[in-house]
């Protein structure tokens, strides 16, 4: 894992989400959250606190857990650093 992914996991994890993976290919970033409806601008911001003027294109999105009933939040982005 990057020192970049273990920065967000770190970040996430201390504002009490769970953190299922954090993943990177090439300049694309991907958080999933193992939560479901959390709030879209509480996670923007801890991304661009953690990561600074680097982030581009961030989106929020939900999908559900291959194989489970379950729904996770997934935060990704491109990374210009």
Same mark, same amino acid.
Do not use: C, K, P, W
């Given at each position: 894992?990057?020192? !970049? +992914?273990? +920065?967000? /996991? %770190?970040?996430? $994890?201390? *504002?009490?989400? $769970?953190?299922? $993976?954090?993943? @990177? #290919? &090439? *300049? /694309?970033? &991907?958080?999933? !959250?193992?939560? +479901? ?6 996670? /923007? ?15 929020? @999105? %939900? $999908? #559900?857990?291959?194989?489970? *009933?379950?729904?996770? %939040?997934?935060?990704?982005? &491109? #990374?210009?650093?």
């Amino acid at each position: 894992m990057s020192d !970049l +992914e273990d +920065e967000l /996991r %770190t970040a996430f $994890e201390a *504002d009490g989400y $769970e953190v299922g $993976e954090v993943s @990177t #290919n &090439r *300049d /694309r970033v &991907r958080v999933a !959250l193992l939560v +479901e409806g959390a709030e879209a601008d509480q996670l /923007r911001d801890i991304v661009h606190e953690t990561i600074g003027d680097g982030v581009m294109g961030l989106n929020v @999105t %939900t $999908e #559900n857990v291959e194989g489970q *009933d379950a729904v996770q %939040t997934v935060v990704s982005f &491109r #990374n210009r650093s």
